[in-house]
């Protein structure tokens, strides 16, 4: 009986030994794993021409943590099994064969970089089972042939060590779950080197500069909307001067965000799809910053305003989704491959690390409670009217729910297919309810960060400008969504202006182009008399104003990768106070009457009566062009005027600028030239692979 019980011990004893061997080897390789994956995270950017990784610290904590549970909770089944049914050996090989397969599966998602891309199933299942299966079959064999030479020593070395090993394990989760809770406790502002600053001039205003990321102006009820979308958006017009006809440089982010930082077209600073903000071009932050003004920007956008495509640049303080926990955890093998999907399937249809405008507000009010008195240049975007359409408690019902199945339907087919879509008239009815949702909580949000500030000091000297990147289309030309095309829908944008010296209730209505912020914020910190005057928005108020060559005219640019030239032309156009006209690099033009035909559904480019209109705006589209700035970094944005000849010309001998000659004020990118000298930069070049891949990619 007594040997019985202790035949049972030894049993127990062995099977429990075993479980830990199991257990504290496995989750030793996964926490190598992670260090590995980590350390890729940290040094190397997603994209080749990024300027910064998009994570921060705490991925060294993070990735280690998520791979040793993963293969600590693979150990604990496979030991189990162990003891139940014993083939130790084949599943000691099968857990190296996981490992090895683990490790390939890491490397090839950190080479395709997100992983969005259509499904290989070469790459991302043959591949895989063959890495497995070679592995699995070595282990085994060694196993199998070399154990009963090696096996004694292995269990003795591992009886030895498997008990410090668990307790340094141990130590190691601590370590990690203690870097965690400290980083979402106290996450600090990611600093970023500007020149040095002189004191600014008395009585300098602090100047904040919103962008209300995919929202376009006519859903806003201060623009004649039908439903009270922005109630709080309303209330702040009637303090200040609305621009009726505010129009975006091109219809995606990235670009347009250059085009306000730069005051250039997007064919001027060349930031592109795959290609950041370039370092010649002086950004507001950095001018701001040199005049001795804070600088600060918070940003919800998930891609396209992160620090590596170069808009942080020139701000002391910068806030984007890399500071974020969610998004570190998010950007692991782990997070992309298993949390993001069980996120979308079980809690809501939507990217897991994207945050909301209250979590962004919190950040803005933190900051505020901590910055110094000098005057400040506080930039704010919010992503809350970005698809999908989801937003949270009493707002995802205002004026109407979305089916799931539709909202992923629709998003999929937006970023992954980029062809037209046909939606019946309820559902696209359902689309644009969602949106307005959306739109409905951003105002909200909107409202309390103004309430916030009327608080705060200064707040008497403080100007503020609300503005979009650029608008969204809900299938008036096939399309949902932005970045395909330049009709209004995606151009029209809100823009109004409050603060000291600027008029209340004053609504404007002519054509102006939201790149001349850029002159426009320069102006108003310079108090109104500065060499940027002639190009601020600010003359369009001043009593006595006469328009000048040049305005009421804006143009707008958009191109493509390379892969993508054959699928979607590149595009440009001119909008004037009565017309739009496209033009593209297929040949293809198309003519507007957007002040009777605001949808832009009557194409007026065959009319005969409306020839000579279309032969002068296309000069007139060309004269422009001609009289920008150099130098051109984006000579792609260009493609659809490569065919004229005297264009062409242009560009081979562009006239001299001279800051302060006569006429010289009106060429397009004049302010920039302000700024000296600009430095040389040679703009990085991903693959053909990746710039494919960024343009499926969704937010942009």
Known sequence: MVNRITESRAYEGNRSGAVLRFFVFSSLIGFLIGLFEAALLWKTPHMA???????????????????????????????????????????????????????????????????????????????????FSLVFALSLLFLIRGWVRVGGYFERWAGTLVRPLAWGLLAATIVAVVGIVAFIAR???????????????????????????????????????????????????????????????TSWTLASHASIFTGLLPHQHGADWTVPLPRGPHTLAEILGSRGYETAG?????????????????????????????????????????????????????????????????????????????????????????????????????????????LRRVHLASYLSNTPQRLSPSEQAAEISAYDNCLAYLDDHVGRLSQFLRQSPGWQNTIVIITSDHGEAFGEHGYYGHGYDLYREVLHVPLIIVGPGVPRGLRIQHVVGIRELFATVLDLAGGGKTPFSGRSLARFWHP????????????????????????????????????????????????????????????????????????????????????????WRGAEYLVPLEKQRSFLREVLFPPPFKPGAPGNQFRIGASQAYFGPERPWTPPRPSPAQQDLMKSLPYH
């Open 187 to 249: 996450i600090s502002f990611s600093a970023n080197t500007a020149e040095a600053a002189t004191p600014p001039p008395a009585g300098s205003p602090n100047i904040i500069l919103i962008t209300l990321d995919t929202v376009r102006a006519d859903h806003l009820s201060a623009y004649g909307y039908s439903r009270p979308t922005t109630p709080h958006l309303d209330r702040f017009a009637q303090q200040g001067v609305l621009f009726e006809n505010a129009i975006a440089a």
């Open 544 to 631: 006595g104003f006469k328009p000048q060559p040049g305005d009421d005219a804006v143009v707008s640019e958009l191109a493509f990768p390379e892969l993508w030239e054959n699928k979607v032309p590149a595009t440009i156009s001119l909008t004037t106070p009565e017309w739009q006209y496209i033009y593209d690099s297929a040949g293809r033009q198309e003519l507007y009457r957007w002040t009777t035909d605001p949808l832009e559904q009557s194409n007026l480019a065959a009319s005969p009566d409306e020839q000579a209109t279309l032969d002068s705006l296309h000069a007139q589209l060309v004269g422009l062009i001609q009289n920008s700035v150099g130098p």
């Open 49 to 131: 021409a990024l300027l910064v990784p998009d994570v921060r610290y705490v991925v060294w904590f993070l990735a280690p943590l998520l791979d040793m549970v993963f293969f600590g909770v693979l150990g604990l089944g496979l030991g189990w099994v162990a003891c139940r049914a014993g083939y130790q050996k084949m599943l000691v090989a099968v857990q190296i064969g996981i490992a090895g397969t683990f490790v390939y599966l890491t490397l090839h998602w950190f080479h395709i970089k997100i992983g969005l891309q259509p499904f290989s199933p070469y790459e991302d299942a043959f591949v895989p089972f063959a890495c």
């Open 298 to 406: 918070f940003t919800s956008n998930l891609r396209y305003c992160d620090k590596g495509w170069g808009i942080a640049r020139g701000f002391e303080a910068y806030e984007d989704s890399s500071d974020s926990f969610r998004h570190n955890l998010a950007q692991t093998f782990l997070g992309e491959a298993l949390i993001q999907p069980l996120y979308q399937d079980w809690c809501r249809y939507d990217l897991f690390d994207r945050r909301n405008a209250q979590e962004l507000n919190a950040s803005i009010f933190h900051w505020f409670r901590h910055r110094s008195k000098r005057p400040y240049f506080l930039f704010i975007n919010y992503f809350d009217a970005h698809d999908p359409y989801l937003t949270s408690g009493s707002y995802n019902h205002r004026f109407g729910k979305i089916p799931i199945s539709l």
